[in-house]
């Protein structure tokens, strides 16, 4: 069973356009992050949250918004779709200090038009 | 230049072949993880290492923290061990933990 479950899975939208993916995961883990993985720049973190309501900006967060509400769920925003923002996009979560094993979604495909 | 450096970037070997992917970090950590994806697939944890080394079945993972260094060895390669391997290593930064990823290494294994 996983312990972190994305959504959607896949999804097409046209430029402009806000998205929101959604990450959950039932690990009760305090840390969760947000990447963007695209050809020949491996994974690039987006933002992170080490708790409810406190998260902080990675090395790609222009144009991204995030919020964690409850431990659960972690809410990727892309306010204005762009092209360049056409990519899959993973979230993970580990335990405090990362004492034990990461969760990875299965990745959200995005194709922005 | 990336905190998590690793190498080679592609790695082509023939079945039965020992593997080694490399990891080099340049500030202090709290941990490595190294991680799998195949093609078109999601990603796996293998290993959260501090310290020595772990034993899984054919992977081994070892660190040497002084040295600033992790290693991934696959033992009797096997062409379903072709995929890419990453190692991400736990940086702690004003008081949060961040994960920081090296670029990856493309492994193929050709029966």
């Known amino acids: 069973d996983a312990g972190i479950t994305q959504s959607p899975r896949h999804k097409v939208t046209e430029t402009g356009t806000p998205v929101t993916l959604r990450c959950h995961q039932t690990?009760?883990?305090?840390?969760m992050y947000w990447y963007r993985q695209d050809p020949g720049h491996g994974l690039r973190l987006i933002h992170y949250?080490?708790?409810?309501?406190?998260?902080d900006k990675g090395e790609v967060s222009d144009g991204y918004s995030v919020s964690r509400s409850k431990t659960e769920d972690f809410l990727l925003t892309l306010e204005s779709a762009t092209s360049s923002q056409t990519s899959v996009y993973f979230c993970?979560?580990?335990?405090?200090?990362?004492?034990?094993?990461?969760?990875f979604g299965e990745g959200s495909r995005l194709t922005v038009l | 230049k990336n905190e998590v450096e690793q190498s080679p970037q592609n790695l082509t070997a023939q079945e039965g072949e020992f593997i080694t992917i490399n990891c080099s970090y340049s500030?202090?950590?709290?941990?490595l993880h190294w991680l799998q994806q195949h093609p078109g697939g999601g990603i796996v944890s293998l290993f959260m290492?501090?310290?020595g080394k772990k034993k899984h079945g054919r992977l081994i993972a070892t660190i040497n923290i002084q040295e600033k260094h992790s290693s991934l060895h696959i033992t009797a390669s096997h062409p379903r061990d072709s995929a890419v391997y990453i190692c991400?290593?736990?940086?702690?930064?004003?008081?949060?933990?961040?994960?920081?990823f090296g670029q990856g290494t493309r492994l193929t294994i050709n029966p």
């Open positions: 949250s080490y708790g409810v309501k406190d998260t």
């Open positions: 993970a979560s580990g335990g405090q200090g990362y004492t034990g094993e990461l969760f």
């Open positions: 690990e009760n883990h305090r840390y």
């Open positions: 500030v202090g950590i709290s941990a």
């Open positions: 290492l501090s310290s």
């Open positions: 991400a290593a736990e940086i702690l930064i004003q008081g949060a933990q961040k994960l920081v």
